[in-house]
């Protein structure tokens, strides 16, 4: 089993060791991890000498190599990033995955129109139903400006935040936006995470849901990876057990691992 998305100290909103993730790793019995650092360009700050979710790339592809080379034997250990995207940043991301050898690049929306639905902020004064279509809509936008991603990252993430979680959110009731979503990340190759921190916010699913898996599926998706979304030891491989059954329930047969932005398949009842 690998676990694709991971948080170390290099994010602003992780205290973790890179060493203390992997060594937790290891001790979950992972075969590859991959480290994906926030990079979130233009994230609301508190001010100008606090600008939060910057990356220092060169540096954190030097201590990555070496834990590589260290770890050797030991687990494999791919490096990627975690984009936060918005439309106006798409030069900006072209250029930076031009200039780094990245082995694995998630998109995912931390913001929409610069709001943070992490925030109570978000849904104050309207309908929860309308945060989630914003939300659902500026997908749509980003991918419309960039799609030079390997997969889509925690794809309804909102829902970790809204007044009332999931409690009255459906794959049926966002279905236009949710179907247009997805037939763009399979027109453009772009895969879909499947990712159990929605386990970990009390959804009792991974984010996206089991509904917006099996569509994809339906629709002709085939790529999906996994990831626990860790920032700490505790949380790395997360629900992993739980997940792989669900996911065979879904009908997913192969889950993706990515090395030099290319994708290798392993049967999921294998891993």
Request: hydrophobic share 30%; proline share 5%.
């Given at each position: 089993m690998f676990d694709l998305h991971m948080h170390s100290d290099f994010s602003t909103d992780s205290e973790s060791s890179p060493e203390s993730m992997i060594e937790a790793a290891i001790h979950s019995g992972l075969s590859a991890i991959c480290f994906t650092d926030h990079l979130d360009m233009d994230f609301p700050a508190p001010d100008a000498k606090h600008a939060p979710f910057l990356l220092d790339t060169p540096a954190y592809f030097q201590k990555m190599q070496h834990l590589k080379d260290a770890y050797r034997g030991r687990i494999e250990i791919l490096i990627g990033v975690e984009l936060g995207l918005q439309p106006h940043l798409a030069d900006f991301h072209q250029r930076y995955l031009h200039?780094?050898?990245?082995?694995?690049?998630?998109?995912?929306?931390?913001?929409?129109?610069?709001?943070?639905?992490?925030?109570?902020?978000?849904?104050?004064?309207?309908?929860?139903?309308?945060?989630?279509?914003?939300?659902?809509?500026?997908?749509?936008?980003?991918?419309?400006?960039?799609?030079?991603?390997?997969?889509?990252?925690?794809?309804?993430?909102?829902?970790?935040?809204?007044?009332?979680?999931?409690?009255?959110?459906?794959?049926?009731?966002?279905?236009?936006?949710?179907?247009?979503?997805?037939?763009?990340?399979?027109?453009?190759?772009?895969?879909?995470?499947?990712?159990?921190?929605?386990?970990?916010?009390?959804?009792?699913?991974?984010n996206p849901c089991a509904e917006i898996i099996r569509r994809y599926i339906e629709l002709g998706g085939e790529t999906f990876t996994i990831g626990a979304d860790a920032h700490e030891p505790s949380c790395v491989g997360d629900h992993f057990a739980e997940l792989k059954e669900l996911l065979i329930q879904c009908g997913v047969r192969y889950i993706a691992k990515f090395k030099n932005r290319q994708a290798a398949y392993f049967p999921i009842e294998e891993i």
């Open positions: 200039t780094y050898p990245f082995d694995f690049v998630i998109g995912s929306s931390h913001l929409v129109h610069g709001e943070d639905p992490y925030e109570p902020a978000f849904f104050s004064g309207r309908e929860e139903s309308e945060a989630y279509t914003e939300y659902f809509q500026s997908i749509l936008d980003n991918l419309s400006a960039f799609t030079q991603i390997d997969v889509y990252g925690h794809l309804d993430y909102v829902v970790r935040y809204g007044p009332n979680q999931n409690q009255y959110y459906s794959y049926t009731r966002y279905r236009n936006l949710i179907d247009a979503i997805l037939q763009q990340l399979i027109r453009h190759n772009i895969g879909l995470e499947i990712n159990t921190g929605g386990y970990k916010y009390g959804l009792g699913e991974p």
